[in-house]
């Protein structure tokens, strides 16, 4: 096989605020043989690969990503869709997702439907999991299968909803049953400031999913149910858009991590100039989108002083941004007062820990070649991710 080395790069890994030039880098039967300085740089033989003016970048972990929906302004609407349109709109993100530099995906949550390729039914995210499973044309996948809530909080059919506590966690450990990596609870409830379970009724399903060595992980887009998952214990906070300082202290101490999704609200603002949805382009709407801009910025900002560790994501698909949008979440993350560096940590390896596979969001000799290049340099300027030139 022959080796392709890409020369004279930049690097940005994610690990400092420093750019390394003058890069070469190999890749040879499916792996990465060396990265090295150019002047140490084996090139006899190779394919050469001219890399200068570009920077190498690790391939990004969307860590709140819906495969089979397509987001928009319609978003929940969508889920309504057959499972047919549904599997072929995943077909598309994964196009989308690879293209921008993004290798893996974190779907938390997927509608419930017949799935006409294994005739499962189950979450759907689940069975394209399985089919895309080692194949590098599709992202790598870790699915939570759908999403368990209270009932009524949601459109009905398209999630597991529970009547009551006990329901709750049978309804958490059939995702497992069916085959679910990590289990997604619901935080957010028809009452818009009540939170739907107690920290207690919480608990109970991740000491379940602990004891079969899986994690929790929780939507939380109010306060209320942010303190319910930091009390709880669960493993990761979806979005965190309202928090506090005890709150988040609490959630450094006990390992509590947070996905942070501020592209939500970024194309909520876009919509209240393209679209004629009250909700976003009436007076009200658009004064209460950057109302909840703005707190979310602040959560983001005590959660990064306090130490929780913070993984990016775009919620694609189950909120209104689309597949290709996670330099979207990087510049908003610099926007909340992270370095450049640990805002590409959060899209990268950060992520990485969240999905618990080392390997994930990381440039290094003997892994895989997973890894994009960029125009422009990501740790100064962070629109660099969108300039994508090519992805290995």
């Not at 043989?33 to 190498?56: F, H, K, L, M, Y």
């Not at 400031?193 to 079969?212: K, S």
């Not at 609490?250 to 390992?255: F, I, K, L, S, T």
């Not at 913070?310 to 949008?325: E, K, M, V, Y």
Request: charged residues 25%.
């Amino acid at each position: 096989m022959t080796r392709v080395v890409l020369h004279d790069a930049a690097l940005a890994d994610g690990t400092t605020g420093t750019l390394q030039t003058g890069v070469s880098l190999a890749i040879e039967h499916g792996q990465i043989a060396w990265i090295r300085p150019n002047d140490s740089a084996d090139i006899a033989g190779a394919e050469v690969v001219d890399a200068g003016g570009a920077t190498i970048v690790p391939a990004m972990v969307d860590c709140h990503s819906h495969l089979t929906l397509p987001g928009g302004a319609h978003w929940i609407e969508r889920g309504l869709d057959l499972p047919e349109v549904l599997l072929r709109v995943a077909e598309d993100n994964a196009r989308l997702q690879l293209g921008s530099g993004v290798r893996w995906a974190r779907d938390v949550g997927a509608p419930l439907g017949l799935d006409p390729e294994d005739g499962r039914e189950r979450a759907l995210s689940l069975g394209l999991r399985d089919r895309w499973a080692g194949r590098r044309d599709h992202p790598y996948v870790r699915a939570a299968g759908t999403w368990v809530m209270k009932t009524g909080t949601l459109p009905g059919g398209m999630s597991a909803e529970a009547d009551d506590a006990d329901q709750l966690l049978q309804l958490s450990m059939q995702q497992l049953d069916d085959g679910a990596d990590f289990i997604k609870l619901y935080l957010d409830g028809p009452h818009p400031v009540i939170p739907p379970w107690t920290a207690d009724e919480v608990r109970r399903v991740v000491e379940a999913a602990h004891a079969r060595g899986a994690r929790v992980t929780a939507h939380a887009g109010r306060f209320a149910g942010t303190r319910v998952c930091a009390d709880a214990g669960v493993d990761c906070i979806e979005h965190g858009f309202e928090t506090n300082a005890e709150t988040v202290e609490v959630m450094a101490r006990d390992g509590v991590a947070m996905v942070t999704t501020m592209t939500v609200l970024k194309s909520w603002a876009s919509f209240s100039q393209t679209t004629r949805l009250e909700r976003f382009s009436s007076p009200e709407g658009r004064r209460l989108v950057l109302e909840r801009t703005e707190v979310a910025r602040e959560s983001v900002r005590l959660a990064h002083r306090a130490g929780v560790v913070l993984a990016a994501g775009t919620d694609f698909g189950g909120g209104s941004a689309r597949a290709n949008q996670m330099a979207w979440e990087v510049e908003a993350l610099v926007e909340c007062g992270l370095e450049p560096w640990e805002a590409l940590a959060a899209a990268t390896w950060r992520g990485g820990e969240i999905l618990g596979e080392p390997s994930a969001g990381v440039i290094q000799e003997g892994g895989a070649p997973d890894f994009f290049l960029v125009h422009g340099d990501p740790l100064s300027d962070p629109s660099a991710l969108w300039r994508v030139w090519k992805v290995a």
